[in-house]
């Protein structure tokens, strides 16, 4: 792992500040007054931090922050910083009526599988697959805040 060549202070603020300017606002994935009401910081202390002349914003408010914006957000920082993180496994057709349909498949397997108050190899391995399959599903809504 290699940090930038251009890793400062300066530079760090300027990609917070244009990463939050490509995700937060009217017509982007969360409005300024979601976020505050999200993270529980006042809006005009959020918007600060895209100011040309704006604060350092603390690392506090960096997770509360990055942790309500998609994943794409924090990876994009992650990068200019030499951090890399797998790409999450995406479902393309991700609706919410499709995570429930397969949550609750997995519950109804789950059940019926303990019973016997036990679960053999072939069931822990059912379950696996079961549940291996949900998670793109569930991680592209996440990622992309869909409502469908």
């Known amino acids: 792992m290699e940090m930038m060549p251009d890793f400062s202070v300066p530079s760090v603020k300027t990609l917070i500040g ?27 202390k959020l918007r600060s931090y895209v ?14 922050v990055f942790a309500i914006l998609p994943p794409d957000a924090f990876a994009r920082v992650a990068r200019h910083m030499g951090f890399g993180a797998e790409p999450l496994d995406v479902c393309p057709d991700a609706t919410v009526l499709r995570a429930l349909s397969q949550s609750a498949r997995l519950v109804a397997d789950g059940n019926e599988f303990l019973e016997d ?32």
């Open 18 to 44: 244009d990463t939050l300017r490509l995700f937060v606002g009217h017509g982007r994935r969360i409005s300024w007054a979601d976020l505050a009401a999200a993270t529980g910081d006042k809006e005009r």
């Open 117 to 148: 108050g036990r679960l053999s190899p072939r069931e822990r391995a059912q379950l696996a697959e079961r549940a291996s399959a949900l998670l793109p599903v569930l991680q592209s809504i996440a990622g992309s805040g869909s409502a469908h």
């Open 51 to 64: 100011e040309t002349d704006g604060p350092e914003m603390p690392l506090d408010v960096f997770m509360r």
